[in-house]
């Protein structure tokens, strides 16, 4: 540590520092500078565009009718377009409005295209648990018990275990079905959705 004198030895020591330093301290004040200008930047832009994302995503939502097939369209093609939280929720919207339809063959591909656009898990799980039914409904159990498998959390245990027994049971599997059922009953799920896989449960003995 430098010992100083008096007042003067300490300016001499500052002015030293800043002859031998000054041009490492300007750059790096620059740099410090243009970093928190840049991060300032990059979050506002951030915010705008999930503003602006949003938006754009409650204006296509809210226009979309069954029987006007353009703003169908467009909620597609704004899921297509944004790979984000709004895009896969707009592929849900879409998914619904087919299933309405009875079109289930474009109801999965929307489903499909809302998994590509997330990566949060629980809007996975509620992607992947549609897509499991649809797939269901058109006799692809193979596909849907590979769909089931990739839910994960508990909160999910018990509804997955209540299509998983479907899907089983539509393979003329009982066992399976009476199976999963089964967990879904011990489960920690809802009395009334315990109560109804114990009814299926039961009815397979009939």
Known sequence: MEIYENENDQVDAVKRFFAENGKALAIGVVLGIGALVGWRYWTSHQAESAREASLAYQTAVTAISADKPQTLTAVEKFAAENQNTYGALASLEAAQQYVDKND???AEANLQQGLKNTSDENLQALINLRL???QVQQKQTDAALKTLDAIKGEGWVAIVADLRGEALLSKGDKQGARDA???GVESNS???LREMMQMKINNLSV
């Open 104 to 106: 289930l063959a474009k």
């Open 181 to 183: 059922w089964s967990k």
């Open 190 to 192: 809802s009395p009334a």
């Open 132 to 134: 499991a039914r649809i």
